[in-house]
């Protein structure tokens, strides 16, 4: 598409009524709209007792309040691929009969082009007689949380709910919804909808599938937008072309699942991803809800499918950082992998996934430097960039008390992305030795005990404990015993030359 037509297409979309927001992306659909039923109870069966008990007695509540409730999302996804999950995607929708394919959506698909639509609301008879009964996810919660005497949260406002339950089994329920952008990157707001539009608004065609938890319907799969076929062609593929601008942040839940499953982008979501990056505004998606999505990408070590991809798709984008895929940047995840491993036992005890990206965006400068998030986190970013300088001093030999005065205001981790960094070792060397052994190095005792020496409080206190601190840097005073006995002879010292 033309660039200025594309324009106008976006402005026109995001100005668009929820109505008529919902035909566009019905009309720039990337699937089949053709319902799909499976049964796949047996498939169920093999899940963990837990699970499949939990997910009965959740079927058994939806018919008692005269709901459906379906199991959505990654759960759905991982029993195909065989993947352990212990997150359950709960939605409720009107129910008790099966939710047939909405015909209105074809019909509005075909009839309204955009911008030209009905704008009346389509009246559901299934919402309107929820809507007299009350607040039914609440009510579903209560009482799932009262069979597993579990803790359970409700936001009234956005009808979302979670249940914790023993062994770490999470439970988000939600009740269907649809939603609508009013630019690109905006909070959505949502409305009640019927489980199609709720399957509609998800990220990707494989985390589309509904699973149905009802006694008499238990274990059969809804696909309406080929997430099957997908699944087995191992490919990722977004519902409709707005997918990405709505809601960049699926962006990189993609390549995240992408590196996840080894999955590969369907060819016009990978353009489409593509296009988004490089030419998507992204200055009202909020940073701090980025970070989180990028805090679930590196929460663990990066992989090198993760690796191709990020060379692939320019991710850092998202973030408004121009940084590219440095040579040797593999090497050093490496590196800092195999030192996350030792120092993970010590003392050490930062969120890893800072460090990971640290390494991918720390050239990234001015920036960077603007970026309002936690002031340790913003160190660790910076770190490279703030203590270069600092690297041909720690290349010299140096001795224990020097090195430990270079190094002792870095935080751990802000070493440990020098170190990932360095190509020298000498300073590697250096920067180890602070780590393993001298920063470990205390004093046993304290100003308190040269005041009961009979010292004056002043200056002169701290004074004395460095100059036992460094006799202990060059390993000796082992014992507060000895370390008592050299201040004592210092503080005679200073005395007498007062005297
Ligand atoms: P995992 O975290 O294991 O990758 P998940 O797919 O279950 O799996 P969740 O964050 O728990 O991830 O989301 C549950 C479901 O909600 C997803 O499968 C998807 O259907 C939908 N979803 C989550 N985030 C988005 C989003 N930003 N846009 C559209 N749909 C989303």
Known sequence: MENSSRKELLAAYYAATPEDQSKYRYQYSLVEIKKREEDISSLLARLPGDVLNFLEIAGELADKQE???????????????????RDLDI????????????????????????????????????????????????????????????????????????????????????????????????LPEVEAAGIIEDLFRRDYTINSLALVLNRVEWGCLLDYFQGLEDLQEASLRVLHSFSFLDDPTR????????????????????????????????????????????????ASPVNSNLFSLLQQYPLFNL??????????????????????????EKNYNREEWVLRLA??????????????????????????????????????????DELVEKLKPLQDEELLIL?????????????LRYLRKLKNIGLEIT?????????????????????????????????????????????????GKKE
């Open 319 to 344: 973030l408004n950082l121009e940084v590219g895929i440095r040579e040797g940047l593999e090497e050093e995840l490496e590196k800092l992998e195999s030192y996350l491993a030792e120092f993970r």
């Open 67 to 85: 709901v459906k409730a379906y199991l959505i999302g990654g759960m759905v996804r991982d029993l195909f691929l065989g993947l352990e999950n």
């Open 359 to 400: 390494l991918f965006i720390g050239d990234a400068g001015e920036e960077l430097k603007k970026w309002q998030v936690r002031t340790d986190y913003k160190e660790i970013f910076l770190a490279y960039e703030s203590y270069q300088s600092l690297l041909p001093e720690l290349a010299q030999p140096l001795a224990a």
């Open 91 to 186: 939605v409720l929708a009107p129910g008790p009969e099966a939710p047939e394919l909405n015909p209105d959506l074809e019909r509005r698909k075909e009839a309204h082009p955009p911008g030209l639509g009905n704008r009346g609301q389509v009246s559901n008879p299934e919402l309107e007689k929820r809507k007299e009964k009350g607040d039914i996810l609440e009510n579903y919660l209560r009482e799932l949380a009262d069979v597993f005497q579990a803790e359970y949260s409700y936001n009234s406002k956005f009808r979302t709910g979670n249940l914790l339950l023993p062994a770490g089994l999470n439970v988000d329920l939600a009740e269907a919804r649809r939603e609508f952008y009013q630019y690109s990157g905006a």
């Open 251 to 298: 962006i990189v839940r993609g390549i995240r699942l992408a590196a996840k499953t080894a999955f590969s982008f369907a060819r016009e979501t990978s353009v489409l991803l593509q296009e988004a990056l490089t030419g998507g505004d992204f200055s009202h998606l909020s940073l701090e809800r980025i970070l989180k999505e990028f805090e679930f990408l590196f």
């Open 447 to 495: 100003g308190k005990d040269l005041l009961a020496n009979g010292l004056e409080p002043g200056p002169v206190i701290g004074e004395i404990l460095a100059r036992v601190y460094r006799q202990r840097l060059k390993g000796k005073l082992s014992s507060r015993t000895e370390q008592l006995a050299y201040a004592r002879s210092l503080v005679r010292e200073v005395k």
């Open 419 to 431: 170190l990932a960094r360095s190509r020298n070792k000498e300073v590697e060397e250096n920067i």
